[in-house]
């Protein structure tokens, strides 16, 4: 950022609302699990998985979502490659702020 520039931010209003971002994340292996301690609210029809070829190029593929109960989920790959990206939307509750300079973004 410039030093010459100062932003300041400041809460649009004083209350929270519902947030949907996108999460993703890369792995390797035959499964991946999600632990909901560490990434909550996930939207489990929201969850896309892609092998990543030798080109870097996503090729979309079929999965299998197991729950674990209360503390997480297991997602394994139909097909076997070497590295796979998992996508997904998460809900949770968070502030609107917008900026000096016009712009706005969410505080979560």
Known sequence: MDKDIEHKSEISNGEQELILFYWATKFAGDFYDIDYS?????????????????????????FDVKVGGKSGCRIIPASPAKEYVMSCQCATMGYKTKMSNGDSYWRI
């Open 38 to 62: 560490k990434c909550k609210n996930i939207i489990l029809d929201s969850i896309r998985i892609n092998a990543v070829d030798k080109d870097n190029k996503f090729v979309s593929i079929p």
